[in-house]
């Protein structure tokens, strides 16, 4: 029979030994379970607010920053002279080269056989509103030298030839913006030195019947000369 004391002391013994036997064991399944699980990747940081963008800038004007009212046009003329090309583009008015943004002393020129010679002519708007109502005159090249045949009594916006030659010259007709869809026309006509209005009209593409509606032919309303051009 086993004394009381040591039947103590071998039960503490094998609960110290199952003890230490079973930390053992969670050991190695914590370390497989470790083993088994993805390495995660490295933190994804949070994007900080992106800052605004930079804002869109207009690209500098290179015509100076001269906004008189007295347009200088013998660059583009002597350019024209010269035969140099001329696009249909805008031009800064005192150099003659094309302009890399907006000024109101820019020039748009565009050539235009007025008097069916094949050599064409000069016509030069400039001074041009937010609208494209514009001064036009129109020259006549002679060699070397030129002379002015037209100047607008009425802002220009839009202008054609139209109609037979007087006096070696077609007919011009010029059309200025009142709103989006009417304003106001002039015909002129060659009278041997320069061109004068011969006759005037309002035009409208609203349509009469249907508010707000457009159509695709203007109507015509003939009026006085002196109506028109007391308008500008």
């Known amino acids: ?42 933190p994804v940081k949070v994007a900080e ?5 930079e804002p869109f800038n207009l690209p500098e004007d290179n015509c100076g920053d001269d906004l008189s009212d007295d347009i200088p046009l013998r660059p583009i003329i002597r350019k024209w002279i010269r035969k140099e090309k001329i696009k249909d583009t805008i031009y800064c008015s005192k150099t003659a080269i ?9 020039v748009l020129p565009q050539l235009i056989d007025i008097n069916d010679d094949g050599i064409d002519e000069l016509a030069v708007r400039y001074g041009c509103s937010g609208t494209g109502n514009c001064s036009m005159k129109i020259f006549q090249r002679f060699g070397k030298s030129y002379r002015q045949v037209f100047a607008d009594q009425q802002s220009v916006n839009y202008f054609e030839k139209v109609g037979e030659r007087h006096d070696g010259f077609r007919d011009i007709q010029t059309r200025s913006h009142g709103s989006c869809c009417d ?16 006759s005037c009209a309002s035009y409208s593409y609203w349509d009469e019947n249907v508010r707000g509606n457009i159509i695709d032919v203007p109507r015509i309303k003939k009026q006085k000369c002196r109506e028109v051009l007391d308008r500008q």
Do not use: W
């Open 49 to 53: 607010k992106a800052s605004d963008p």
């Open 98 to 106: 094309e302009a890399s943004g907006y000024n109101g002393t820019n």
């Open 1 to 42: 029979m086993i004394p009381r004391r040591s039947f103590y002391v071998l039960i503490a013994v094998l609960t110290f030994t199952i003890g230490l036997l079973c930390v053992r064991l969670a050991a190695d399944d914590s370390e497989q379970i470790h083993r088994e699980l993805p390495v995660a990747d490295e």
């Open 183 to 198: 304003g106001d026309q002039v015909t002129y006509r060659f009278t041997g030195k320069a061109y004068k209005p011969i």
